[in-house]
């Protein structure tokens, strides 16, 4: 896509079911739930995750927290099938021994979307983000470094990954409102998982 980011086409394999299977635990544990931006606005995208650290956001700001504020426990744990995932990709894409903490889990049902956004509240901007899709297909928006920058259109489908790193760590990326349709095994949505090292 830009020097530093490169979209993998189809990664899963014989992991496949071990991946949603972990994926339906973790939600059993910590709920998809929608969150408030602090600009007051309430995201269509609902959000969860797993790891040490998680990403949330309320009217107060964008953070990481080690405990899910819905619980008020910590986040579950990477599974090692995400794990392996998220290591596999990154070696493809050219970042060898990347061991992330932090797994941001996002479901879009038709309608959904995600504005053009940096990911900047990570300390350790020197590892790369994996990105999965999993479920029914979206159109990926990916820019430059600056917000006025036009950006290119990606169609991103169920076993797609996107490795993201170096030079194109900050750029501008964001998802197109989601069209319905139903995924044979997923159901009518989308869900990605980004992995990110946060420290
Ligand atoms: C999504 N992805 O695909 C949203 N961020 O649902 C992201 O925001 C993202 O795919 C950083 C790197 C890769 C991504
Ligand atoms: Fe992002």
């Given at each position: 896509m830009a020097e530093g980011a490169v979209l993998l086409r189809g990664?899963?394999?014989?992991?496949e079911p071990e991946i949603i299977s972990a994926l339906r635990a973790i939600v059993a544990q910590a709920p998809f739930r929608r969150m408030v931006t602090p600009g007051g606005h309430t995201m269509s995208v609902a959000m969860t995750n797993c790891g040490s650290k998680g990403w949330v956001t309320d009217i107060s700001g964008y953070r990481y927290d080690v405990n899910d504020p819905e619980s008020g426990r910590p986040w579950p744990a990477l599974p090692p099938s995400f794990l392996d995932l998220a290591r596999r990709a990154a070696e493809q894409g050219g970042f060898a021994d990347f061991v992330p903490d932090a797994c941001l889990i996002n479901r879009y049902v038709p309608g959904a979307k995600m504005s053009l956004h940096q990911d900047k509240d990570e300390l350790d901007l020197g590892a790369p983000i994996v990105s999965v899709s999993l479920g029914l297909p979206a159109v990926f928006m990916f820019g430059g470094l600056a917000r006025s920058e036009k950006a290119k259109r990606y169609r991103l489908e169920h076993g797609d990954i996107a490795v993201w790193g170096g030079p194109a760590r900050l750029a501008y990326h964001g998802v197109a409102p989601l069209a319905d349709g139903e995924h044979p095994l997923m159901g009518r949505q989308r869900i990605n998982l980004t992995f990110r090292k946060v420290q």
């Open positions: 990664l899963f394999r014989a992991d």
